[in-house]
């Protein structure tokens, strides 16, 4: 039996205290970017095809919005609203992944939890 998906799209939709120096993607507005990017999949027909989904932290917060789309295992940062239709449209319909969102994962700094 194939998977159900051909590709899935994660979107870090985690939240965290304001206080919290690691800060979060629901505060850059991962929600919006997680709408937007579900809209656009179904105006483009890959609905069914291609799922975008919420989900934790993916350890990458200092970039965050944090997306990263599988199979291929392609990681886009700072990702925003405005970003969605052009991930759809060049990567998941035309397969070109979006060069100028990559995350720098080699750039991701660790920020320590605050103390209690
Ligand atoms: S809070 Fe989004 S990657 Fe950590």
Redo the contacts with the bound molecule.
Sequence with gaps: MPPPYERQVFV?T?E?PATDPRG??KDKGSEQVLSALKKALKDQGLAGKVRANASG?????SQ?V?VVVYPEGVWYGKVSQADAEEIVASHLVGGRPVERLRMDLGALKKVPKAEK
Excluded at 57 to 61: E, G, I, M, N, Q
């Design positions: 870090c985690n965290r979060c993607c932290c993916l350890d990458a917060c965050g944090s």
